[in-house]
């Protein structure tokens, strides 16, 4: 049976009969995923905040915020978008970082 109908048995009349009707459209949202900033002990500070401001257009506030978590906990989110929008993010920031000869990472995780 094509997945635009559900099917029913039903009894009409005595006889059994095939009825159908349009199902609910199975609509899924695409999943979102993390762009997630390792810390390292060599990229500057100052680098990791300017990089924030750029590529996640976080105010200076926000960003030393987001590089200070990093730097104590390890790691932190960074934003959360679709998964072409993430993967975008996540090489621009390491390849703006090799530019610079830092070894800050950042990786996506689905939500
Ligand atoms: N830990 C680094 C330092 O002490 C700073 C840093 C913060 C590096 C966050 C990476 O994702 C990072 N210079």
Known sequence: ???IYNS???????ELTFA???AK???????????????????PMDFVVEVLK?????SS?????????VH????GVCGVYS?????TKAEQVTQCARDNEYPLLCEIEQE
Do not use: W
């Open 72 to 75: 104590e906990q390890g790691k």
């Open 20 to 22: 159908t009707q349009a």
């Open 25 to 43: 459209p199975k609509l899924k949202r695409p999943p979102l995923y993390k762009v997630i900033m390792l810390n390292d002990d060599y990229t």
């Open 8 to 14: 029913h048995d039903i009894e009409q009349d005595g």
């Open 54 to 58: 750029i590529f996640f257009s976080m």
């Open 1 to 3: 049976m094509s997945d």
């Open 83 to 87: 998964k072409d929008i993430a993967e």
């Open 61 to 69: 506030e926000q960003a030393f915020a987001v590089m200070r978590a």
